[in-house]
């Protein structure tokens, strides 16, 4: 069995993190396994949203493999960081909407992970944390940028400087989820908000991904110029006339893209 399960539920792709018996901690091979299979998604217009979760009952992901970073030289150390940053830039700049349904812990390069999806779900049994410091080292990937820009500095440097674990209702009073429901509801959760944006005109989805994940690196004239350029680029579509003449004949929008 993969260590990256993919079902297909319409225009919904559901990527399961498949290393129950280490808690789906993130090994190279994992690693190379994601980039892989979100090369093909990132191609694949019939695929709308994207859910990504973990195996099993306990987590999400427990983090990075720490039996594998503990035989790795310093070297390594620094290309297994640039790896891990790389796999989830891919996440963060898919041009699909990409949902973490967070099922248990999240630690480490778990809470990375999902700190680079767009969407946090997570479920009332889910922890997340930073605890690197315990191991004597930081975050790697990508984490002490996202949990900031989520969270605020003050709370990004407690989670990180301290290591503790929150669980799902404070990370829900934080900001860095979207949502806390039943563990058995979970999925359900994720998959509906998946059906109601893939519902919505494509290009207006992709183009208000982009133009978020723009706005947050830049300065307000750049990120102006550029949601004015996707603006544009949805004012051109079909789907927008669709819209606006639905809106007006007082019916449900058929869109194409
Ligand atoms: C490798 C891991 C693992 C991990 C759990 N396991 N987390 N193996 N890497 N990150 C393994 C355990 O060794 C154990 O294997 C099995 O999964 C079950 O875990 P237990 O510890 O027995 O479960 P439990 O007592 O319930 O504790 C759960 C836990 C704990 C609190 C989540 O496993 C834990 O603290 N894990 C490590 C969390 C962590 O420090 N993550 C950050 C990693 S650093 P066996 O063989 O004994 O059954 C990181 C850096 C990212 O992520 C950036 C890198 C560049």
Redesign the pocket.
Known sequence: MSVIEMVREEGIAILTINRA???N??NTEVLLELKKVLSQIKEDTSIKVVIITGAGE??FV??????E?VKQSVDE?YR??RL?QEVLALIENLPQPVIAAVNG?A????C?LAMACDMRIASEKAKFGL??I??G?I???G?TKRLTELVGKAKAMELILTGEMIDAAQAERLGLVNQVVKADKLLETAKTLAQKIASKSQIAVRAAKLAVNKSLYTDIETANACEAGLFGVCFASEDRKEGMMAFLEKRPAKFKN
Do not use: T
């Open positions: 018996n280490v808690l901690a993130l306990k987590a427990a983090g990075a493999d720490i039996s970073m150390g297994y960081s891990g812990y630690l480490g390069g778990g990375e605890p690197e315990n191991l080292i975050p790697g990937f984490g």
